[in-house]
């Protein structure tokens, strides 16, 4: 595929686009060093503004440190309207998973009146 086959759109339609990123951490220490190495190229900043911002390595606020890492620089052409970091919702696997149980739509028997 060809980027000259998508059909471009003038420049002034001001369409929005979301775009999704999952990550599943499987090192939050290499995580949080990842992301106080890029924190501490900020002009200014310290190890105490680092710890404040991310929390300490050894139990790391782990949304900041992927916000610190994914936070999208600036895009020719475009102005961000949103950007934010969630816990996604959790995924049961294996024999933890729910299973659904049949519904009996059988009308309920009433107990027979004595005469």
Do not use: Y
């Not at 000259?4 to 060093?33: C, M």
Request: glycine share 6%; charged share 15%.
């Amino acid at each position: 595929m060809n980027l000259r086959d998508f059909s471009h759109v003038p420049a002034n339609t001001g369409q929005s686009f979301t775009v999704t990123l999952t990550l599943n951490v499987e090192d939050a220490r290499a995580l949080w060093s990842a992301a106080a190495e890029k924190a501490q190229q900020a002009p200014g900043m310290t190890l105490s503004d680092v710890l404040d911002t991310l929390g300490p390595r050894e139990d790391p606020s782990i949304a900041d440190c992927i916000a610190m890492l994914t936070a999208p620089a600036a895009i020719a052409g475009c102005a961000l309207d949103d950007f934010s970091v969630r816990t996604a919702p959790a995924v049961v696997t294996g024999s933890a998973a729910l299973i659904q149980l049949p519904v009996d739509t059988r009308p309920a028997l009433m107990p027979a009146a004595n005469g």
